[in-house]
DNA sequence: ATGACCTGTACGACAGGA
């Protein structure tokens, strides 16, 4: 089975792009993030034509999240678990999540807030957000440590300075801090394993691209996007890649698609 | 070459991105 996430930066201004992707790519499902559109905004059907099923959870123009499968799409919910931060005054629950299971594994399509700034009100959503979900999945493992979980998606981590093509361009800054990179471990450490690295060596390995500043033919990026695995899931990966081709050219997210390689499950 | 921000909303900027 392959499995990737790709955060698109709007389904509806790239459509042909990600299908394109996706036709060519021979993946079985498909975690995107920053859909950027309603659910009635959705361009399902395309997805249907290519012989993929959707689930969506979109509320406004902003973040977005889905799955996109070929091999089943059972069990959709679009909340971790009943206490996942909100943001805002008011208060609102953002579409940053949706799971389902895909040909046997429960895939989790995450879109982690950004932070926006060490004092922002947002830095703190940021960290709340990644520490229930830590406790969500430490809690699946709990019930089953067999379980084949998959947490994918746009984390806005950097766990380590090689994951950044500069670190003091950073300093100061979210995504690079001792607060959500500790987040970021204690996710690993509950038992959620980063399956691409061993197959994606850094340093200068990266998954984002700034538009700005010729950062991508610089290469110039950050690793912030990721498949963490739970221990059976993790047993099972075979390769892993980033296709940064898909960075190139006119009309590209700044985010590449990131493919994972299932062994069948034993 | 890989190339000098982009998207949604709404129609002029502005929020948000990282």
Known sequence: MRLATWNVNSVRARLDRVLAWIDRSDVDVV???????????FPEQAFLDLGYEVAHHGLSQWNGV?????????????????????????????????GATCGGVRVWSLYVPNGRGLEDPHYVYKLAWLQALRS????????????????????????????????????????????ERAEFRSLVDAGFADVVRPYAPGPGTYTYWDYTQLRFPKRQGMRIDFVLGSPALAGRVTGATIDREERKGKGASDHAPVVVELAPNA
Do not use: M, Y
């Open 66 to 98: 889905a799955l996109v499968s070929r091999v089943g799409l059972e069990d959709v919910s679009t909340r971790f678990s009943t206490d996942v931060p909100q943001f805002g005054e008011p208060a609102v629950t953002e579409a940053r999540a949706i």
């Open 136 to 179: 969500a999945g430490a809690g699946w493992l709990a019930q089953d440590p067999q379980a084949q979980v998959a947490l994918v998606g746009d984390f806005n981590v950097a766990p380590t300075d090689d994951d950044v093509w500069d670190v003091d361009f950073f300093a100061g800054a979210t995504h690079v801090s001792e607060p």
């Open 31 to 41: 975690a995107l993030q920053e859909t950027k559109c309603k659910d009635e905004q």
